[in-house]
């Protein structure tokens, strides 16, 4: 026989590319319980998901507890989580069909509008502070001298008309760049403006997303100094839906 065989028909190569593949299966199976740990249960696809069948078994995992940094456990898959919200009907009769808003469709939660029931509470850095707040907070941070300072500058929404006034800045401390700006509306009260939904000019601050009526419903804080992951869930979501749902011409073809 020659070198490195066991018998006629097996050798030390064959053994070790078997031993290979099943390495490799095991491996495609644990990867795929794995990535179905995050967003299960899933939709049935009926309105109300209590009265389908939930997902489980093959290929959803177990459910493991992960400890958190704050002392919280989670687990994950959580068979008993409370997704968002929304408030829209099928279109067609079939399951899986597109769903239709029902009502105001920039808080009716579907299509860029849809949001995720994060946890209630504020980010916080490495070192548990709190990481988004607003500059006069923190005087550590700053516009730079060379950009415009939009405090005090027009808030002009998608109509031309002007929505509100920059009243502060929000920064991310760990990010070293700004998340919101504070909007003050005509009736005094504020509301965050998420910084990629804005292009900062000069004579005034354009948000393409909204019309100038419509920042009054902008879901607000709880706290004046803090926002929540799931208040930063359902802001973002409200620009979202006015990218698609702010009038109804921009959800026609383009020709």
């Known amino acids: 026989m020659e070198t490195g065989a066991i018998t006629q028909y097996i050798d030390v190569a064959q053994i070790v590319l078997y031993l290979f593949w099943a390495f490799f299966a095991g491996l495609i199976y644990y990867l795929v319980r794995e990535n179905h740990r995050e967003g299960y249960p899933m939709d049935n696809g009926r309105l109300d998901p209590n009265t389908g069948p939930k ?35 099928p279109s067609h ?4 069909a597109p769903l239709e808003p029902v009502g105001d469709p920039l808080l009716a939660g ?5 949001w ?41 929404g998608k109509d031309g008309l002007v929505a509100g006034q920059v ?15 504070e909007v003050q509306l005509p009736d005094a009260h504020t509301v965050l403006l998420p910084m990629p939904f804005c292009r900062i000019k000069k004579d ?22 803090q926002v929540t992951l799931l208040e930063e869930e359902k802001i ?3 620009y979202g839906a006015g990218l698609l749902y702010a009038t109804a011409d921009i959800q026609e073809p383009l020709f």
């Open 167 to 181: 009243k502060e800045m929000w920064v991310d401390r760990s990010e070293m760049m700004f998340r919101y700006m």
């Open 204 to 225: 005034g601050v354009r948000v393409g997303a909204l019309l100038a009526s419509q920042f009054v419903k902008v879901p607000t804080t709880r706290h004046a100094d």
């Open 55 to 89: 997902v489980t078994g093959w290929p959803v995992p177990e459910p493991k507890t992960y400890k958190l940094a704050n002392g919280h456990e989670v687990q994950a898959p959580d068979f008993a989580r409370v997704d968002g919200t929304y408030h829209a009907e």
């Open 110 to 114: 579907v299509g860029p509008g849809a």
């Open 236 to 238: 973002s979501a409200y």
């Open 116 to 156: 995720a029931a994060r946890a209630d509470v504020p980010d916080v850095s490495a070192n548990g502070h709190v990481k988004i707040v607003p500059l006069r907070l923190d005087a550590d941070h700053g516009v730079a001298r060379q950009d415009v300072d939009p405090r005090g500058l027009p808030v002009f």
């Open 93 to 96: 009769a079939w399951i899986g």
